[in-house]
């Protein structure tokens, strides 16, 4: 009978009022999390265009108008039959 791979199991303690960040990255072509419990730390593991990125959407939305789509979010609404229950 074989026996099951070993696993390796990485982790860290941390306090219970310690922030935990997580930092998604890619590495060697897959996306990989990254976690700290520092945000000076987590902030200098991003790379400079994803804080470009995160900083471009501010006011993306600002030109919207605002009651109409409120009005259009209440028309789909009643527009829309519920769903019917479901049973497990």
């Known amino acids: 009978m074989s026996k099951p791979a070993?696993?390796?199991l990485q982790g860290f303690p941390v306090r219970r009022d310690q922030p935990?960040?997580?930092v998604i990255l890619t590495e060697d072509g897959h996306e990989v999390i990254r976690y700290f419990t520092d945000e000076a730390e987590a902030d200098?593991?991003?790379p400079q265009s994803a804080i470009q990125e995160a900083l471009s959407v501010i006011g993306a939305w600002s030109?919207?108008?605002w009651d109409e789509a409120v009005e259009a979010l209440d028309r789909i609404r009643h527009e829309t039959p519920p769903t019917p229950p479901i049973s497990l």
Do not use: M, R, V
């Open 6 to 8: 070993a696993q390796h």
């Open 20 to 22: 935990l960040i997580g």
């Open 44 to 46: 200098a593991a991003l």
């Open 63 to 65: 030109d919207l108008n």
